[in-house]
């Protein structure tokens, strides 16, 4: 839900006062409340040894293919250079609840230890120093080579933790943590985390990096 309330606040100061926001409220409870019934309904955790996975056919390419609109269309580029890099940033604070959520799993058997800050997995690092990043934005006080290098890293970091996650979850592909796979994205709400939270989070990145490279500004 911070991912959420992120993601409208920053549309919302895209869009000011225009219905727009409204309309991208409900698409997204659209998709949310899709991913919830796909969840329910067992299609993710039934039958893993499907190739591709069915959470990467139903929930994680759909974002991928809209993000790749959002950077092909020229209303998409459009809507990115209206976007702020303060807002862009402030949407990764959401990894600090992320780690945490994803350390009891840990603790509940339900993800790998190397999906936590106790294993490979150290994204908690960008929330955190994305709140100092966010605050020297707002004084002004960091240059615009500084928060790409942020940018990049902070897509390493995303890399492999969503490498991690895949990997070591239940399918042909698995090739991680057979003692105990990531199955907590196959069941809701954690079903969110790769179908919502990791698309916006990497295309916060992205956007950051467009305006901050091609855009200049």
């Given at each position: ?189 954690f079903s969110w985390l790769p179908t919502f939270v ?20």
């Amino acid at each position: 839900m911070l991912t959420l309330f992120l993601l409208l606040r920053m549309m919302s100061s895209r869009f000011g006062k225009i219905n727009y926001n409204w309309y991208s409220f409900v698409i997204i409870i659209l998709w949310l409340t899709l991913q919830l019934g796909l969840t329910l309904a067992g299609v993710y955790s039934i039958g893993n040894d499907s190739l591709p996975p069915k959470i990467l056919v139903y929930g994680i390419a759909p974002t991928l293919v809209t993000i790749m609109l959002f950077f092909l269309l020229r209303k998409g580029r459009n809507f990115i250079s209206g976007l702020s890099i303060l807002d862009l940033t402030i949407i990764h604070v959401v990894r600090i609840p992320v780690e945490l959520v994803l350390y009891l799993l840990f603790v509940y058997n339900a993800v790998p230890k190397l999906m936590t800050f106790e294993g490979r997995n150290l994204d908690v690092l960008m929330g955190i120093i994305s709140i100092l990043v966010v605050y020297l934005l707002a004084k002004g006080k960091i240059n615009k080579s500084w928060l790409i290098a942020w940018n990049i890293i902070g897509l390493f970091f995303l890399f492999n933790i969503v490498g991690s996650a895949l990997l070591s979850a239940p399918s042909p592909l698995q090739k991680l943590a057979f003692d105990q796979p990531n199955i907590a994205i196959f069941y809701f709400p954690f079903s969110w985390l790769p179908t919502f939270v990791v698309p916006v989070v990497l295309f916060s990145h992205l956007a950051a990096l467009q305006k901050l490279l091609i855009n200049k500004s």
